[in-house]
């Protein structure tokens, strides 16, 4: 099912100006397109639409050690909740935690690289509020946190 994401402004990289109510189209674990909304509802009519509140933009890269938590689940959710869909090796470096990262879709890199979405790249996506907050999590297409 094609859903498309909506939110005050979109920003297709964080150094990219923002554009209001910019939307990305998202298909399976694929970006089908991004946009002015208006523009992707013509394009996809019927599709499900998920409006936020805040900014949306390319999901993170976690670049530190991932959060204490009782489990490589629960750490692995915890970068999740912070907007984050991909890890760096050095941090992810127990089998328990690739596993954990690899249940969860959630990228293992070998270093940093910048963010962006792209037509047809994976869809990995965040929302923050005007505090910095991550509102949603979107990893591989799929909504993995979203703050009540």
């Given amino acids: 099912m094609l859903t498309i994401h909506t939110a005050d402004e ?9 554009l209001k109510d910019g939307a990305v189209a998202v298909e399976g674990d694929r970006v089908a397109g991004a946009g002015p909304l208006d523009v992707l509802l013509e394009r996809f009519p019927g ?7 805040g900014v949306l933009g390319p999901a993170l890269v976690h670049e530190g050690p991932l959060p204490e938590a009782p489990s490589p689940r629960e750490r692995v959710h915890a970068v999740l909740k912070s907007g984050a869909t991909a890890v760096l090796a050095e941090y992810a470096d127990t089998p328990d935690l690739r596993a954990a990262a690899s249940r969860n879709e959630v ?5 940093t690289r910048e963010t962006a979405i792209v037509d ?3 869809a990995d996506l965040a929302v923050f ?6 509102i ?3 990893c591989a297409g799929r909504l993995v946190h979203r703050r009540r």
Avoid: F, K, N, Y
Wanted: net charge positive; charged share 25%; glycine share 6%.
């Fill in 10 to 18: 979109l920003r297709i990289s964080w150094d990219a100006d923002p």
């Fill in 47 to 53: 599709a499900r639409v998920r409006r936020w509140p």
């Fill in 107 to 111: 990228a293992v890199l070998p270093c």
């Fill in 120 to 122: 047809a790249g994976r």
């Fill in 129 to 134: 509020d005007a505090d910095g907050a991550c």
């Fill in 136 to 138: 949603a999590t979107v």
